[in-house]
């Protein structure tokens, strides 16, 4: 059974930076697709990021292309989001999720999710 786990939340000003880690088990990287959620208070949650299966391809919401990166490490099993030039409205609950097959920018089409982690950023 794969499951993910999300670290790496925290609270920073406008500007700063913040690493969020996510850990998968029961499965290899390189047998799933890992993507990043947010969603904020009564808002839908939305696609944020995604590592394909094979590790060459990414795709990224247009609000955070050239802000945000997204890497894996094999060895780890880990899939971690780099976040630059944080804005307010970048504040969430940052979930991980993993699908057996390809990306998605859909959350109906993840199986396995995440506790989630905060992300504050506000002055």
């Known amino acids: 059974q794969l499951q993910v786990v999300e670290s790496g939340g925290g609270s920073v000003q406008p500007g700063g930076s913040l690493t969020l880690s996510c850990t998968a088990s029961g499965f290899t990287l390189d047998r799933v697709a890992i993507g990043w959620f947010r969603q904020a208070p009564g808002q839908e949650r939305e696609g944020v990021s995604c590592i394909a299966r094979g590790g060459t391809a990414f795709s990224y919401v247009d609000s955070v292309k050239g802000r945000f990166i997204i890497s894996r490490d094999v060895a780890k099993n880990t899939v971690y989001l780099r976040m630059d030039n944080l804005r307010p409205e970048d504040t969430g609950l940052y979930y991980c999720?993993?699908?057996?097959?390809?990306?998605?920018?859909?959350?109906?089409?993840?199986?396995?999710w995440g506790q989630g982690t905060q992300v504050s950023v506000s002055s």
């Open positions: 999720a993993g699908r057996l097959t390809h990306c998605s920018p859909l959350t109906e089409n993840f199986h396995s």
